[in-house]
């Protein structure tokens, strides 16, 4: 039996692929397509998880002096002999990533890039030996590899003192890679200190990349595009490519043909479709591109349990505090497309390519959301339906598991808003507790109008109704003194939500139904035969409950109905 290959979860250095076995998704192209369009300095944006880590690590391994062809043996790369003769294992290269430089305070920040720097340097310390290289260049190399920077202009000036150093030993000039180059004024933006960083950012930047004799040319990456005269002031020949460009589309991410080839190969090719549901959809340039970190762990888990449910990687792998920011502070209007976005519609935007942090506290509410917008679309949370038209793009969510990013965020908002007028809130309770329907009715249709609905669109109706699912669960679960169960196995099926009031012996069994059309009366009679043909309201009878309250709720975009029923259970049941 043929030993597979190991699938490459959290793999960010190149040369472990072919040392360990790892599948690897042939990206090498990347380095022809460099070499053939590069400018001086290039900056790559794309969402988090789609490999921008790994591609910067496998640009170092290519060009870098002393690197093992072997690595690319039987790669795309390999079939352009001439490129791998001129370049392949040529140039001194620096490579950094700054994601881990943060801090809650600038200081912090300010340690943690001297230590990256530091520890790039060190991988340099054969040219403490250099017999090309002065005494007092070498103290200065000496320094850098302790950490020690006497000052913050030496801080600014190290990486272009690095790339003098290593010009001047090998003979050669340098290549700088830097990766996550946006993640300090992500981090110093939450906690306070963005300008310091941004200074300090924009020096280090103009000291290595501007009028740098010693560099033959730098790739930069990261998620958002940062406005030029923020941080790259001044530079010439700067190429940028986003994910809107044709340019380098499809080496960012798995395409329709590597997803299949990787299923086929782990004998998972029969959960393609649902695959593609919950993890495709982007659109860069004129690639449709697969979250890749979402299909290798979709893949490890299809390989060991062939009918493991779709889980939510890429969700799991940040706070999505973006999705909570636009949705909390959401006008009337952009509740509206919310509401389209989730219901599977479009919505068009013009969006500002270009970006500082600072933008997004605009006092006018309009350039604020304008923003919001532009960020979600540049981070992955919205993504292009056909080509843009200059600044004007045509919006979607990209796949189902995105979508359900925005549901969560949508659910967690409604929580705190409702729950957060007390008083209606707890009418809402006692109306459940009681059995006063009308009432229930009159007070959740209070709180759908104020919330964000799913319109009558092509989304499938039980993920129609899973969102009010949601809404009504939220509501219920505030409540801490009730045991409120969702989609609990009762009797010989599983309703929506079961409850239990232990201090009053009361029990409610609610099934929530997707209205079609605005058929409210069909859509409740459906739930209440559901629950009594399904022996829902057992479960409560055997833990004890004298009083059974069953409800059947019927929602349509912003408003419900609801049909009730109930029983007592008589004092001999409790035996």
Same mark, same amino acid.
């Given at each position: 039996?043929?030993?597979?290959?190991?699938?490459?979860?959290?793999?960010?250095?190149?040369?472990?692929?072919?040392?360990?076995?790892?599948?690897?998704?042939?990206?090498?192209?990347?380095?022809?397509?460099?070499?053939?369009?590069?400018?001086?300095?290039?900056?790559?944006?794309?969402?988090?998880?789609?490999?921008?880590?790994?591609?910067?690590?496998?640009?170092?391994?290519?060009?870098?002096?002393?690197?093992?062809?072997?690595?690319?043996?039987?790669?795309?790369?390999?079939?352009?002999?001439?490129?791998?003769?001129?370049?392949?294992?040529?140039?001194?290269? =620096?490579?950094?990533?700054?994601?881990?430089?943060?801090?809650?305070?600038?200081?912090?920040?300010?340690?943690?890039?001297?230590?990256?720097?530091?520890?790039?340097?060190?991988?340099?310390?054969?040219?403490?030996?250099?017999?090309?290289?002065?005494?007092?260049?070498?103290?200065?190399?000496?320094?850098?590899?302790?950490?020690?920077?006497?000052?913050?202009?030496?801080?600014?000036?190290?990486?272009?003192?690095?790339?003098?150093?290593?010009?001047?030993?090998?003979?050669?000039?340098?290549?700088?890679?830097?990766?996550?180059?946006?993640?300090?004024?992500?981090?110093?933006?939450?906690?306070?200190?963005?300008?310091?960083?941004?200074?300090?950012?924009?020096?280090?930047?103009?000291?290595?990349?501007?009028?740098?004799?010693?560099?033959?040319?730098?790739?930069?990456?990261?998620?958002?595009? =940062?406005?030029?005269?923020?941080?790259?002031?001044?530079?010439?020949?700067?190429?940028?490519?986003?994910?809107?460009?044709?340019?380098?589309?499809?080496?960012?991410?798995?395409?329709?043909?590597?997803?299949?080839?990787?299923?086929?190969?782990?004998?998972?090719?029969?959960?393609?479709?649902?695959?593609?549901?919950?993890?495709?959809?982007?659109?860069?340039?004129?690639?449709?591109?697969?979250?890749?970190?979402?299909?290798?762990?979709?893949?490890?888990?299809?390989?060991?349990?062939?009918?493991?449910?779709?889980?939510?990687?890429?969700?799991?792998?940040?706070?999505?505090?973006?999705?909570?920011?636009?949705?909390?502070?959401?006008?009337?209007?952009?509740?509206?497309?919310?509401?389209?976005?989730?219901?599977?519609?479009?919505?068009?935007?013009?969006?500002?390519?270009?970006?500082?942090?600072?933008?997004?506290?605009?006092?006018?509410?309009?350039?604020?959301?304008?923003?919001?917008?532009?960020?979600?679309?540049?981070?992955?949370?919205?993504?292009?339906?056909?080509?843009?038209?200059?600044?004007?793009?045509?919006?979607?969510?990209?796949?189902?598991?995105?979508?359900?990013?925005?549901?969560?965020?949508?659910?967690?908002?409604?929580?705190?808003?409702?729950?957060?007028?007390?008083?209606?809130?707890?009418?809402?309770?006692?109306?459940?507790?009681?059995?006063?329907?009308?009432?229930?009715?009159?007070?959740?249709?209070?709180?759908?109008?104020?919330?964000?609905?799913?319109?009558?669109?092509?989304?499938?109706?039980?993920?129609?109704?899973?969102?009010?699912?949601?809404?009504?669960?939220?509501?219920?679960?505030?409540?801490?003194?009730?045991?409120?169960?969702?989609?609990?196995?009762?009797?010989?099926?599983?309703?929506?939500?079961?409850?239990?009031?232990?201090?009053?012996?009361?029990?409610?069994?609610?099934?929530?139904?997707?209205?079609?059309?605005?058929?409210?009366?069909?859509?409740?009679?459906?739930?209440?035969?559901?629950?009594?043909?399904?022996?829902?309201?057992?479960?409560?009878?055997?833990?004890?409950?004298?009083?059974?309250?069953?409800?059947?709720?019927?929602?349509?975009?912003?408003?419900?109905?609801?049909?009730?029923?109930?029983?007592?259970?008589?004092?001999?049941?409790?035996?």
């Amino acid at each position: 039996m043929e030993r597979k290959k190991k699938l490459p979860i959290g793999i960010e250095f190149f040369k472990d692929f072919r040392r360990d076995n790892f599948y690897y998704v042939d990206k090498t192209g990347f380095i022809r397509d460099l070499v053939d369009m590069r400018g001086l300095v290039n900056l790559f944006t794309r969402p988090r998880r789609f490999g921008k880590s790994l591609n910067m690590d496998m640009l170092k391994t290519f060009f870098e002096i002393g690197t093992d062809p072997s690595c690319f043996e039987g790669l795309e790369i390999s079939r352009e002999r001439a490129i791998c003769e001129e370049h392949m294992g040529k140039y001194p290269v =620096i490579s950094i990533t700054l994601k881990g430089v943060e801090g809650r305070s600038f200081q912090t920040a300010y340690d943690m890039l001297g230590i990256v720097v530091s520890t790039e340097a060190r991988r340099f310390k054969s040219l403490l030996d250099s017999d090309r290289l002065m005494p007092y260049e070498k103290e200065k190399l000496y320094q850098m590899m302790k950490g020690d920077f006497g000052s913050e202009a030496e801080l600014q000036d190290s990486l272009r003192l690095l790339t003098e150093l290593l010009s001047e030993h090998y003979g050669k000039q340098v290549i700088v890679l830097i990766d996550e180059y946006d993640v300090p004024l992500d981090k110093a933006y939450q906690m306070g200190y963005y300008q310091e960083m941004v200074s300090l950012i924009r020096a280090l930047f103009s000291q290595t990349l501007k009028t740098n004799s010693n560099l033959y040319f730098a790739v930069i990456t990261g998620c958002l595009r =940062i406005a030029k005269e923020s941080i790259f002031t001044g530079l010439n020949n700067f190429k940028v490519r986003t994910i809107s460009d044709t340019d380098f589309a499809e080496y960012f991410g798995f395409t329709d043909k590597e997803v299949r080839d990787m299923l086929s190969y782990y004998g998972v090719e029969d959960s393609f479709d649902e695959i593609k549901e919950w993890y495709d959809g982007y659109h860069f340039g004129d690639a449709d591109i697969y979250c890749p970190w979402d299909v290798l762990n979709q893949c490890d888990k299809l390989r060991a349990w062939a009918d493991a449910p779709m889980e939510a990687h890429w969700e799991n792998s940040s706070s999505n505090a973006i999705v909570k920011d636009i949705i909390a502070t959401a006008t009337e209007t952009t509740k509206h497309q919310i509401e389209a976005l989730i219901s599977g519609e479009a919505v068009e935007k013009v969006l500002i390519p270009e970006l500082t942090y600072t933008d997004l506290e605009s006092e006018d509410e309009e350039t604020r959301q304008t923003y919001l917008w532009s960020v979600l679309f540049a981070t992955g949370y919205l993504t292009d339906a056909g080509k843009p038209e200059g600044q004007r793009h045509k919006l979607v969510i990209p796949n189902r598991e995105v979508k359900r990013i925005y549901e969560n965020r949508i659910l967690s908002w409604f929580r705190v808003k409702t729950v957060s007028d007390t008083a209606r809130w707890r009418k809402f309770c006692e109306s459940v507790k009681t059995g006063d329907a009308a009432e229930l009715q009159n007070l959740l249709n209070g709180f759908l109008a104020d919330s964000i609905s799913i319109r009558d669109t092509f989304v499938k109706k039980q993920m129609k109704e899973n969102f009010y699912h949601g809404m009504i669960l939220g509501l219920l679960r505030a409540e801490g003194s009730w045991s409120v169960m969702s989609n609990a196995e009762s009797g010989v099926g599983y309703t929506d939500i079961r409850l239990e009031i232990p201090l009053t012996k009361t029990g409610c069994i609610i099934e929530v139904k997707y209205a079609e059309d605005g058929k409210y009366a069909q859509a409740c009679a459906q739930a209440m035969e559901q629950i009594e043909e399904g022996g829902y309201a057992e479960t409560l009878r055997q833990d004890g409950m004298r009083t059974i309250h069953k409800y059947g709720i019927a929602c349509y975009k912003k408003s419900c109905e609801t049909a009730y029923a109930t029983e007592s259970v008589p004092w001999d049941r409790e035996s």
